[in-house]
């Protein structure tokens, strides 16, 4: 769950809602500025679970190719459904009630239960000093600089320091409303609608955007064509790690061979 904290920090205009991880897929209902800020926090979560599977699992790139949607609600009543369907999940897979489920949201809710009595510590008081600098970072598993006073129990960063529980209080208005959406079943209708989500990549324009970014990063230089074509399988390679993309838009980005990229990747 540090992943999503990270990746939630990291994003610019990015509000976690509700989010609940199963054992094969993960739901997020995020509030975003753009579309751009919502590409980008799936991107680097893909990114960083890629990482942990390789860390952890000696599994390489087992993220790739899993597809991706994305729902877009506007209507307040349709929000109010879709985060109760998220946050029921557990529940409707036989693994618990949702509000007690440990790696969802659903606990945080009017008061919902809370186990957190024990192990609790502010990530500003893991000082350097008492456990050292690598301790600390394999808490989060990240070098990104967190807050101070978000609150860790047992290595896990509290989903309460990062998620907007007010906002989703503020959307359902009472606890009655709240326990009245996830009382109803419209779990068909929802699924029947993912049919019709689109996939979540990046446009060329949008990643011609960062692959220029990283251009300079990584090489020092302003454009695609002064590279090389061992240069540009390696640009090729850290774009797939960062965002979501296909191999035919990587050909089309790094201006390779899509049977030379194909064979080398």
């Given at each position: 769950m540090n992943r999503i904290a990270v990746c939630a920090y990291k994003t610019p205009g990015i509000r976690i809602l509700a989010f609940v991880l199963m054992d094969n897929h993960v739901h997020f209902v995020v509030s975003c500025?753009?579309?751009?800020?919502?590409?980008?926090?799936?991107?680097?979560?893909?990114?960083?679970?890629?990482?942990?599977?390789?860390?952890?699992?000696?599994?390489k790139a087992t993220v790739r190719g899993i597809p991706v949607k994305v729902i877009r609600e506007t209507d307040e009543d349709s929000l109010k459904t879709v985060i109760a369907y998220v946050l029921k999940n557990p529940t409707k897979a036989r693994l618990g009630m949702f509000f007690n489920y440990p790696w969802g949201t659903g606990a945080l809710y009017f008061g919902g239960i809370k186990e957190y009595e024990q192990s609790l510590v502010r990530l500003g008081d893991v000082s350097v000093e008492e456990a050292g600098p690598y301790t600390v970072r394999r808490q989060c598993r990240t070098l990104f600089h967190l807050p101070a006073d978000w609150i860790l129990r047992d290595g896990v960063i509290l989903p309460d320091n990062y998620v907007d529980v007010q906002a989703v209080e503020k959307l359902y208005g009472t606890s009655r409303s709240y326990m009245y959406f996830l009382s109803l079943n419209k779990d068909?209708?929802?699924?029947?609608?993912?049919?019709?989500?689109?996939?979540?990549?990046?446009?060329?324009?949008?990643?011609?955007?960062?692959?220029?970014?990283?251009?300079?990063?990584?090489?020092?230089?302003?454009?695609?064509?002064?590279?090389?074509?061992?240069?540009?399988?390696?640009?090729?390679?850290?774009?797939?790690?960062?965002?979501?993309?296909?191999?035919?838009?990587?050909?089309r980005i790094v201006h390779l061979p899509y049977e030379e990229l194909t064979k080398k990747m």
């Open positions: 500025t753009s579309e751009s800020a919502c590409r980008k926090f799936i991107a680097e979560f893909f990114r960083l679970t890629g990482k942990y599977n390789w860390d952890y699992y000696r599994q068909d209708e929802i699924e029947r609608d993912m049919g019709e989500w689109s996939e979540l990549r990046m446009s060329d324009s949008e990643l011609r955007t960062e692959r220029d970014r990283i251009i300079q990063e990584m090489f020092g230089k302003n454009a695609v064509r002064t590279l090389t074509a061992p240069e540009r399988l390696k640009l090729a390679v850290a774009l797939r790690r960062r965002f979501v993309c296909s191999k035919k838009q990587l050909s």
